[in-house]
């Protein structure tokens, strides 16, 4: 049975003393073994007992900070690796790093585990061969909502970019390219155009329904639904699947234009401190008990085969967590188009916001 799962912002401070070695930043005092490794991850992305089994089992502590969105650990790493050993890009950052010579080449000899990732996940467009990365997750971007202030179910983009209905209860994501791929979507332009039209169109979109938007949030905007802060939000299927578990007023729906897959995927970035405790970190997470862990408790898709097998119908057979596939062949996976597009896409939500 699914154990009960705290909110978003509660999580972390739920673990407690359970997680050995966790905690915000790059320093603070290890026991044991003495030796450690430096994890950016994102917020509510890791199992509930991983890191406590993880040093159980190896003498390594983990110290996890978090990011907020893809263009934040950008940010946080163009100049230079603070100390971090493992972070968790999404597919199209994987590949924005690694043209920027910001990754370091994975030992496959050093993560046995990979052979429990299912076939087509081991070799993918954005990082052949898996050569910079390591599957985490998959997970799609759609709607979540509350059922009794929606009036039907907002299966259409319409509904959060070009619709006065929800004025005041709309949340936005706020990363750049994703937010204007899925405008993009929804305009009928292919994901990944680099049309001019389309970025005028977008912006323009965008600016004319902000005075309708509540918030553009930094990766909670299931918290806000959960609140009660906003009645309808764009969000990822997992983080929505995490808060109908507790509120189950609170449904998700992927539009019936598509929408954007994405891959989170484990890294080691160049200049990793501890570069082989990092692949023993990675390796441990592709374990199927610990994969399953995680899955149990993040809620999000899985890449992992081994430990897909091992989670309950609830999880495997979930249309919220594993979308019908009907609507997966309408979604694109996001694309790195080169740093001249990612500026367009960062100036854009900046005037967006700004207006």
Request: glycine share 8%; hydrophobic share 40%; charged share 20%.
């Amino acid at each position: 049975m699914p154990f009960p799962l705290p909110t978003r912002r509660g999580f972390l401070a739920g673990l407690g003393t359970a997680a050995v070695g966790l905690s915000f930043g790059l320093s603070g005092c290890h026991k044991g073994s003495g030796k450690k490794i430096n994890f950016y991850n994102w917020d509510t992305y890791i199992g509930k007992t991983t890191l406590k089994d993880f040093q159980a089992a190896s003498g390594i502590d983990v110290n996890m900070s978090l990011f907020a969105n893809n263009d934040e650990l950008f940010a946080k790493l163009r100049g230079g690796n603070q100390g971090y050993d493992v972070i968790v890009p999404t597919n199209d950052f994987v590949q924005r790093m690694g043209a920027a010579g910001m990754l370091m080449p994975l030992d496959h000899a050093k993560i046995p585990n990979f052979k429990n990732i299912a076939p087509e996940f081991q070799d993918v467009a954005f990082d052949p061969g898996r050569r910079l990365s390591m599957p985490y997750t998959w997970l799609v971007l759609g709607i979540g909502y509350r059922k009794s202030k929606v009036q039907g179910v907002p299966d259409d983009w319409k509904w959060v970019f070009d619709s006065p209905m929800y004025k005041d209860r709309i949340a936005l994501l706020s990363e750049a390219g994703d937010l204007c791929r899925l405008v993009f979507k929804y305009l009928g332009y292919p994901m990944d155009t680099s049309d001019p039209a389309a970025f005028r169109k977008a912006e323009e979109l965008l600016i004319k329904q902000k005075p309708y938007v509540k918030a553009f949030h930094d990766d909670n905007g299931q918290d806000l639904l959960l609140a009660g802060d906003v009645d309808i939000v764009i969000e990822y299927n997992g983080d929505i699947a995490q808060v109908m578990r507790e509120d189950p007023d609170l449904n998700f729906v992927v539009p019936r234009q598509g929408s954007q897959i994405s891959s989170d995927c484990l890294c080691i970035p160049k200049g990793a401190p501890s570069p082989d405790l990092a692949h023993e970190f990675i390796n441990y997470l592709l374990d199927a008990k610990a994969g399953a862990e995680i899955s149990q408790t993040i809620q999000y898709p899985t890449p992992n085969a081994a430990a897909k097998a091992l989670m309950p119908a609830t999880y495997r057979d979930n249309p919220v967590i594993f979308p019908p596939q009907p609507i997966l062949a309408k979604c694109e996976y996001a694309k790195y188009a080169g740093e001249a597009i990612s500026r367009q896409y960062e100036e854009i939500i900046t005037r967006v916001r700004a207006a």
